[in-house]
Structure formats: structure tokens, C-alpha cells
């Protein structure tokens, strides 16, 4: 079967072998073509640098390099793919037929994501605002279709300017009623971004102080430069005071608002947990911002989890009577792993002779693209 292409490229695909491969050339564009035949069903992959112009510019974006339009493709726009797939099912009689988009690759960040479920997700990335590479981990921010700007940790997606119902989420169950806070002493875990420090100091009745421990400072730093609204409270950005007087203890490094009513720790938070413990200071509300539940507990992930339960651990020895701990868990495609932690939680707080209530909730997050699991752990 001879097909033409919109830039009148000769195709001719032969049904005389189960795999047939054909090498196409126009222009700058070199496309391998492969026919997968079944009983009942043909299967057509067309692989190559530039397949679809749609595809491309949004490659020539993330690369920042030249525009698209001087780069030759073999379908000009995603149109064209599906008017070759309606030729080619009314040439073999075909009942129904189903094109699939362009596969993007070697992107600086590959715009596929796994969600908790297993399902694959095209992020709609724009443009690369920044990449560093700290001590710690990759700090990247991307410009997105979609959700603003993104916060990408070790390719991970952290948060998105769209995403103020997580930071909510975390900070108490009932997103429509903002808790009073008044008089209480916070600690928040994590949290590098600044969204829920700043959406706490944004209550009518704001805690009477909060205390944030962040080990990364380039992440505070990315964010305060190239992300600012999501730390944006109504007294200025919550992060600014890392512009700021330092107090410099070596490997503690702490920054106070010019109120008093926060303050910034560059340190590692198990480090100030014990620290905690050991000078008999407690708190009315822990919130762990920090790494999500893994999908499964092998090599690193392991790591991850046991460093979980030992946050978990630290924190209710550290937590007042009638206290709550907050966290983020997992996406609800990972429920397995969410009923084991709640297991963990009961075991821990049985340990430590501590009579404890649990409550999870769940929120759809725009930019994680799925529902997203909370837990608040009351204790009694």
C-alpha cells in the first residue's frame, strides 16, 4: 500500500512478513517504520528524531534551542497522524483503529510520569526555568501548560503554583474551615517551599509561633527567585528572611522574621528532633512535609520509609498532650502502602505508651495529576 505524506513522502508498506521495517528519509528526519501483524490486528510504529512538529517544539522549548519551525518533520501537526491512520484502516477494511500521540524522548526532563496506580502521565512542560544541583539533591522548575510553575526535586513533583488545596490538605483535614490557631507553638518539618509556613501566617488566627526546619537551602532559594507565590503571605514571602540576619552555629543556621513569629532552620530534621527531646521542648502541631510514602520497600525506598517511622517516632515524643501530627502519605493508587504506615503509626504510638487518633483525607492535586492521601494523627 502506497501512502503519501503532507510533505509528499512516498510510503510503501508491505504485508509479506509478520515484522516488516522500511528506513523513510525527508530531510533532517530519519524514521524507522515497523508493522506488527496479528490474527486481528496491525500495528504501525513510526520511530524517529522529529515525527510530529507539536512533539518538537515542545522539545526546542525544554532545550531552549532554536524554533521549531526550522526543523523538518514527517507529520506538521498531530492532524495529519490521524488522517494517515483513517487511510490506512479504509485500505485494510479496518472496524476501528486508534492512533496514539508522539512519544517525546531525550528531553533534559522526560515529560512521562508514573502515578501511585501505574498509570502513565504526559506532564505538560514548557520550558526549564532552573536546574541546580545542591548538596542534597536536583532542584529543578519548570514552566507548565497547566499549573504554573512546578518545584521538581530529583524528578519528583513537588508542587505547582496551582496546588494551594495539598498545602491545605496538610494543614488540617476540613479544607473549608481553617482551624484556629491561636496561641499554639508549630513545627513544620520540611516544608522548603514555603507554602504551608506562609498559608499558616495567612490564618485569621495564625499560630503564635511557628518553627520551620529545612535542610536544603536551594531549594528555599530557587523558590524565593523563580517560584514566589506559592510562599507569598500576607506580610510579604515567608522566605525572604533568608535575605535576612543569619545566627550561625556551624551546621545550624536559623532566620528570624522581623515579628517574631517564625523562623527558618537550615538543619537536618531528626537532628532537631532529638535536640527536641533532649532540651524537653514540645510542640501543639508537628507537619511533616517531607519525603512520600515509596511505592515499595526495597533498596533506597526502605531507606525512605524507615526514615518516615523515625520522624514519626522523634515527633510524638516531642508533641503535647491533645497535639496533632500532619503528613502527606502517598496517592491513593497506593493504598497498600497507606494501611501499612497507619499499622505503623499504631505500633509506634503503642511503643511509646501513647493513646493516639487517626484521620486520613484525600484531595485531588492538580499538578500530582491523581488523589492524594493525608493522615492527622491526634493524640489523646
Not at 93 to 120: E, F, H, N, V
Not at 293 to 314: A, H, M, Q, R, V
Request: one cysteine or more.
Amino acid at each position: 500500500r502506497e501512502e503519501t505524506f503532507p510533505n509528499s513522502l512516498n510510503v510503501t508498506i508491505s504485508f509479506t512478513s509478520s515484522v516488516c521495517s522500511a528506513f523513510l528519509s525527508c530531510g533532517s528526519v530519519l524514521v524507522t517504520s515497523r508493522l506488527y501483524l496479528a490474527k486481528n490486528v496491525v500495528t504501525v510504529t513510526f520511530e524517529g528524531e522529529s515525527l510530529c512538529r507539536s512533539t518538537e517544539f515542545t522539545t526546542n522549548q525544554i532545550r531552549n534551542e532554536a524554533d521549531s519551525e526550522s526543523v523538518s518533520c514527517l507529520f506538521d501537526e498531530y492532524q495529519d497522524v490521524i488522517r494517515f491512520e483513517e487511510n490506512l484502516c479504509r485500505s485494510l477494511k479496518s472496524a476501528t483503529s486508534k492512533s496514539m500521540p508522539p512519544i517525546c524522548r531525550g528531553l533534559q526532563m522526560s515529560p512521562y510520569i508514573y502515578t501511585t496506580g501505574d498509570r502513565i502521565l504526559e506532564y505538560p512542560f514548557t520550558k526549564l526555568i532552573h536546574h541546580r544541583v545542591s548538596k542534597y539533591q536536583t532542584i529543578q522548575i519548570y514552566d507548565t501548560v497547566d499549573f504554573g510553575r512546578v518545584l521538581v526535586l530529583d524528578g519528583e513533583i513537588n508542587i505547582a503554583e496551582s496546588d494551594i488545596i495539598y498545602t491545605q490538605s496538610l494543614r488540617s483535614s476540613n479544607t473549608n474551615q481553617p482551624p484556629d490557631l491561636d496561641g499554639q507553638k508549630v513545627l513544620i518539618l520540611g516544608g522548603g517551599d514555603g507554602a504551608l509556613l506562609a498559608e499558616l501566617l495567612n490564618l485569621h488566627t495564625p499560630p503564635e509561633h511557628t518553627t520551620m526546619v529545612e535542610l536544603d537551602a536551594e531549594v528555599m532559594e530557587a523558590v524565593l527567585e523563580f517560584m514566589p507565590s506559592v510562599a507569598q503571605s500576607k506580610n510579604g514571602n515567608v522566605l525572604s528572611v533568608l535575605k535576612g540576619p543569619c545566627e550561625d552555629r556551624g551546621e545550624l543556621k536559623t532566620y528570624r522574621s522581623e515579628c517574631g513569629n517564625y523562623e527558618i532552620l537550615e538543619w537536618d530534621a531528626v537532628k532537631y528532633l532529638n535536640h527536641c527531646k533532649k532540651e524537653n521542648r514540645e510542640f501543639d502541631i508537628i507537619y511533616s512535609d517531607l519525603t512520600d510514602l515509596p511505592l515499595d520497600t526495597t533498596g533506597s525506598s526502605l531507606e525512605n520509609l524507615e526514615f518516615l517511622k523515625n520522624i514519626l517516632g522523634l515527633s510524638l515524643q516531642v508533641l503535647k498532650k491533645g497535639g496533632r501530627w500532619s503528613c502527606h502519605l502517598t496517592g491513593r493508587g497506593n493504598q497498600e502502602a497507606v494501611e501499612d504506615f497507619l499499622s505503623s503509626v499504631r505500633k509506634m504510638a503503642n511503643q511509646l505508651s501513647l493513646e493516639v487518633e487517626l484521620e486520613t483525607c484525600e484531595q485531588f492535586v492538580p499538578s500530582f495529576m491523581e488523589t492524594w492521601v493525608f493522615l492527622h494523627v491526634y493524640l489523646k
